[in-house]
């Protein structure tokens, strides 16, 4: 079960009195295309830029600047038990340049990300973020719109811990591979030959 903030349950509260509307912020660390250098950039719904202290997995909280103004919208979140891997889209608009030069400028294959939700009242922030998830960038298509139309920019965001449980072990049983993990292990050093041969208990040779 999670510890969320007070102020953040208190807004819950009070929401059927003073009403609320939720806003997120997403937080990326691309690649540098040129140098390999990973980059931090972070972004809000709102159409301001907003300097604001955040919460981390890693530990204490951090400052971040969080651009505006971008289109950002983030999909349903669904939470659930199992190993079933579920994906949250996060949109931003084609035509913002800061979405643009995230997109070009940068290498956002298997970059590390992070979402937080706030709750906003009146046009001010109502309580502190809380981070409601931790993953990767899996897919950065980028869609051209027809003309006249508005196209967008649709990051598809996994879960960090079910894409590392769902990766395939590319391991295999031979002195090769063995030798590679620890020279002087001969254990697979007749790996090759033993599987081929039909060996029979009761039969002496």
């Known amino acids: 079960m999670r510890d969320l903030p007070a102020g953040f349950i208190a807004a819950l509260q009070n929401a059927p009195e003073t009403g609320l509307a939720p806003v997120f912020f997403f937080h990326v660390r691309p690649r540098d295309r040129a140098t390999g250098a990973v980059v931090e950039m972070s972004f809000w719904t709102g159409g301001y830029d907003l300097p604001l202290v955040m919460p981390v997995p890693e530990g204490p909280n951090v400052a971040r600047a969080h651009i505006g103004d971008v289109g950002l919208k983030v999909g349903a979140i669904t939470y659930g038990a199992g190993l ?60 051209t719109p027809a003309v006249g139309g508005e196209g967008s920019i649709t990051l598809s965001v996994r879960s960090e811990i079910m894409t590392q449980l769902q990766q395939t072990n590319p391991a295999k049983s031979s002195d090769a591979h063995q030798r590679r993990r620890a020279p002087e292990d001969a ?19």
Do not use: N
């Open 187 to 205: 254990f697979g050093k007749y790996a090759s030959t033993v599987s081929s041969r039909a060996l029979k208990w009761y039969e002496k040779k």
């Open 84 to 143: 079933k891997d579920r994906p949250v889209s996060v949109t931003m608009s084609q035509i913002a340049d800061a979405a643009q030069a995230m997109l070009r400028g940068f290498d956002l294959r298997s970059a590390y990300c992070e979402i937080h939700i706030g709750l906003r009242h009146k046009g001010a922030l109502a309580s502190d973020p809380v981070l409601m998830w931790v993953g990767m960038v899996d897919e950065a298509p980028l869609a």
